[in-house]
T-cell receptor, first 119, second 113 residues
């Protein structure tokens, strides 16, 4: 079974600075997707960034980028130029790319990292 | 379309009562997922539908839980004989297919007293 581990329950960053959130995962599959989701207080979860395991290039979305190390099964999120609106719970998630048997599209989440942004 | 909608947002119920939650997915999405999120944890998969067919259920989904998606549109999640351990946020998500982005609703927070 696949697992996702986020070892940082809480992180803090100064506004305009850079912060990196860590995520490791375990799987025997070779083809899968990894995601970072943001969950602001009392608001719905939204997708921040996704990475296909077959792609060597790290995904980037504006101020958000990932460091995907497939051999090490590591998937960290870097937030540059942090803003007050970045304060939220961040969840790392895994999804199998196979579409038969087993999990079919459902996400496996880590426990999350609570990010605080100091003005 | 305003996204995935869940109703109610909050529900307080007495132990032993039955509760039902509703989820309206994004209209063109054929996949619908239910997750449960307890305090300090990430969401855990409960079940999912492709159109009206319930294709997978987690072992977390005990016999007291039942989900339906009649006509492949909205979905309901019912919990019978609620227990205090059922207190959690119940999240619904939908996607246009198994390999596409899942969009989440705001969730229904259940408190069993």
């Amino acid at each position: 079974a696949q697992t996702v581990t986020q070892s940082q329950p809480e992180m803090s960053v100064q506004e305009a600075e850079t912060v990196t959130l860590s995520c490791t995962y375990d799987t025997s599959e070779s083809d899968y997707y990894l995601f970072w989701y943001k969950q602001p207080p009392s608001r719905q979860m939204i997708l921040v960034i996704r990475q296909e395991a077959y792609k060597q290039q790290n995904a980037t979305e504006n101020r958000f980028s990932v460091n995907f190390q497939k051999a090490a099964k590591s998937f960290s999120l870097k937030i540059s130029d942090s803003q007050l609106g970045d304060a939220a719970m961040y969840f790392c998630a895994y999804r199998s790319a196979t579409n038969y048997g087993g999990s079919q599209g459902n996400l496996i989440f880590g426990k999350g990292t609570k990010l605080s942004v100091k003005p | 379309d305003t996204g995935v909608s869940q109703d109610p947002r909050h529900k307080i119920t007495k132990r032993g009562q039955n509760v039902t939650f509703r989820c309206d997915p994004i209209s063109e999405h054929n996949r619908l997922y239910w997750y449960r999120q307890t305090l300090g944890q990430g969401p855990e998969f409960l079940t999912y539908f492709q159109n009206e067919a319930q294709l997978e259920k987690s072992r977390l989904l005990s016999d007291r839980f039942s989900a339906e998606r009649p006509k492949g549109s909205f979905s309901t999640l019912e919990i019978q004989r609620t227990e205090q351990g059922d207190s959690a946020m119940y999240l619904c998500a939908s996607s246009a297919g198994g390999l596409t982005e899942a969009f989440f609703g705001q969730g229904t927070r259940l408190t069993v007293v």
